[in-house]
């Protein structure tokens, strides 16, 4: 469960100093017996201006919280959906490499970001750039996993679907395919249930198809995989004559020179 933190700012009146303000709340909580821990938030001074600037200032002051507010809780989403998906809990979220509850409790100006001799308006604006340049940086990131989740998502699909849509060059072998000047060998997904129907008639389709080539590579769930030998100038025939028994061939290339197996599927 988060920490709650109440952010309190107290008035110093004339004469007086933060020092004495911290310490009068220190006694007074502690006098009410609350087990409550007390953190300061150590504020350097700051440029203040001229009352104008500064009623010009708490306009801007509020539509920069809101700003940086809502890039804030994107951010928050984007790791969360991000832990989500890959199963991995953090234990916190951090500022600078700092978990929340320590950035809170021990906070320290950044001197070096926000010179303290700097106009408020200045720093209001340098803080609202920065927030903005994260937003940015933010887009691009999520934009980029976005397509590297979905090109790994279409690799998985092409790896476990069926051998309909599948990737088959893990499943085809050298010694399977058959390719010279006048033969070829083609990829044939047979539905599970037609297998017999396939043996019986594969030979038959058309008139130059090697008898006895067809041989089983792979089976699962819905399909089997055949090969198929047979003129190179009967392949069109053969595909269309295939189709017309609801047999699928499957578009097939063997690249020799690399010794891969490259597949994709053929659209009826």
Known sequence: MATRYWVASLPVGQGGSTSSVWTRLQESISKQAFDTSLYRFNIPNLRVGTLDLLLSLSDDLSKANNFIEGVSHKIRRQIEELERVSGVVSSSLTVDGVPVDSYLTRFMWDEAKYPTMSPLKEIVDGIHVQIAKIEDDLKVRVAEYTNVRSQLNAINRNQAGSLAVRD??????????????????????????SQKDWLSCYESLTSYVVPRSSKKLHEDNEYALYTVTLFSRDVDNFKTKARERNFQVRDFEFNLRHKTVGSRSLKN
């Open 168 to 193: 088959l060059s893990n499943l085809v072998k050298p010694e399977d395919v058959v390719s010279s000047e006048h033969l070829t060998t083609l990829l044939a997904v047979v539905s599970k249930y």
